[in-house]
């Protein structure tokens, strides 16, 4: 999901739910893309690119260590959804969706880098995952 839909409160229940380690991998983001999220620029396509095989790569190495794992991140690009279901077996994707107006107040309320007006120009990026990926509605 996008920024404020929900990602990190839906792994914290699934954390508690069924004893899984959570890796927020927000918290384990590049330099460069964590300076692109404060100057509130998009990220580029090598950023991701680099982004994602270092999370996959952590995903692999959680995964020898821990045998319940739930990782929260934006997945925006499907190129990426889909190089990490092929690197790591039995992955599932979870589309955690929230209205706009909650979204909006929730960065708001959230007062951090990623503020309303940068979270909705890079929401805007997001590529919807295709038909039939589980998705939760979190509208509260």
Known sequence: ?????GKSFLAKFLREATGAFWYEAD?????DVQE?????VPFTDEQRDRMYAHIRD???QLLT???RLVVSQATFKERHRA??????????FVWVQAP?????????ARGGSVDPAYGLMIASMFEPPPPGTLTIL???
Do not use: F, T
Request: no cysteine.
């Open 36 to 40: 692109s999220i404060q100057r509130k």
């Open 100 to 108: 706009q107006a909650a979204i909006v107040e929730r960065l708001s």
């Open 83 to 92: 190089m990490l279901r092929a690197a790591i077996p039995g992955l599932s």
């Open 58 to 60: 952590r995903i692999l």
């Open 65 to 67: 260590i821990y045998p």
């Open 1 to 5: 999901g996008v920024p404020a839909a």
């Open 138 to 140: 979190n509208d509260s």
């Open 27 to 31: 918290s384990d983001l590049p330099l």
